[in-house]
C-alpha cells in the first residue's frame, strides 16, 4: 500500500510569486491534514478536510494561503503571494474515518523557501 | 486550548545506555497522546500511541511510554538505544471530538554516539 506523498519535496521561489504544493493521501482515507513546521518552531496544523469538505480551516495564517481538495482525493494548498515567513515545511496526513482517525499516516513533508 | 512541552530540545546519549524523552501537556479535556519520530530525510512516524486503558504504552522499536494523568506527562522510555535510533522525536495530544488535529511539542533531537 502506497503512504501519503508530497510533491515537490523542494521547492525554492521568489517573494511574491505563487507555490502550489501537493499532496496524495493513502487510498481510502477520508480524512486529510495539513501541518506546517516553521524552523525552530513546532509543527502547526493549518486545516483538516473530510473528503472534499473543509472541517477546520482555523490554523490558516492569513488569505494568501488557499486549499482545495477536488473531489475528495488528492488535496493542492497554494500560497500567493508568497512571502519570506512562510519559508518551512509542509506535512500533509491522512487518516482513515472511525476508530482509525486516531492514526495520522504523514507524508515526507514539503520544504518550501521563499527567497 | 491545548499545549506540549518538550522539555529537552537535544538528547546526547551512548549507545546501548538509557534514555528518557520528556513531554508533557497542558488541556482542559481528556486527551489522545502520541509520540512521532522523523528520520533524517523521511517523514513522521508514529511510535506509539495512548488513547485509553493501560497507562504504559509500548510502541515499535523498542519504546515505551507512561501517561501520568496526575502529572499531565507522557515521558518516552527505550532501555538501550541503537545508533539507528537517532532521529527527532515529536510529543503531540488531539483532543477528539469532530476534528482530530493534532497539537505537537518542539520537538526533542536525540543524538546516539557510538
Known amino acids: 500500500e502506497a503512504g501519503v506523498t508530497q510533491f515537490p519535496s523542494h521547492s525554492v521561489i521568489e517573494k511574491g510569486q505563487t507555490v502550489t504544493l501537493r499532496c496524495d493521501p493513502i487510498?481510502?482515507?477520508?480524512?486529510l491534514y495539513w501541518y506546517r513546521r516553521v524552523m525552530g518552531k513546532e509543527i502547526k496544523f493549518l486545516l483538516h478536510?473530510?473528503?472534499?469538505?473543509?472541517?477546520?480551516e482555523s490554523g490558516m495564517p492569513n488569505n494568501r494561503f488557499l486549499a482545495e481538495r477536488t473531489g475528495g482525493t488528492y488535496s493542492t494548498l497554494k500560497v500567493q503571494p508568497a512571502e519570506l515567513e512562510d519559508s518551512g515545511v509542509y506535512f500533509c496526513?491522512?487518516?482513515?474515518?472511525?476508530?482509525?482517525?486516531?492514526?495520522?499516516?504523514f507524508g515526507p513533508g514539503t520544504r518550501l523557501t521563499v527567497l | 486550548a491545548q499545549s506540549v512541552t518538550q522539555l529537552d530540545s537535544q538528547v546526547p546519549v551512548f549507545e546501548e545506555a538509557p534514555v528518557e524523552l520528556r513531554c508533557n501537556y497542558s488541556?482542559?479535556?481528556?486527551?489522545?497522546l502520541f509520540w512521532y519520530v522523523q528520520y533524517p530525510n523521511q517523514g513522521l512516524q508514529l511510535l506509539l500511541k495512548?488513547?485509553?486503558?493501560?497507562?504504559l504504552v509500548k510502541g515499535i522499536n523498542g519504546f515505551e511510554a507512561e501517561f501520568n494523568k496526575s502529572q499531565t506527562s507522557f515521558h518516552l522510555r527505550k532501555p538501550s538505544v541503537h545508533i539507528s535510533d537517532t532521529a527527532e522525536y515529536f510529543c503531540?495530544?488531539?483532543?477528539?471530538?469532530?476534528?482530530?488535529?493534532?497539537?505537537f511539542g518542539k520537538g526533542t533531537l536525540l543524538t546516539v554516539n557510538p
Open positions: 496526513a491522512s487518516s482513515q474515518e472511525g476508530y482509525g482517525r486516531h492514526e495520522q499516516f
Open positions: 487510498s481510502g482515507h477520508d480524512n
Open positions: 478536510f473530510v473528503k472534499e469538505s473543509k472541517q477546520d
Open positions: 488541556s482542559s479535556v481528556s486527551v489522545y
Open positions: 495512548y488513547l485509553s486503558g493501560s497507562t
Open positions: 503531540a495530544v488531539s483532543s477528539g471530538g469532530s476534528n482530530y488535529k493534532l497539537t
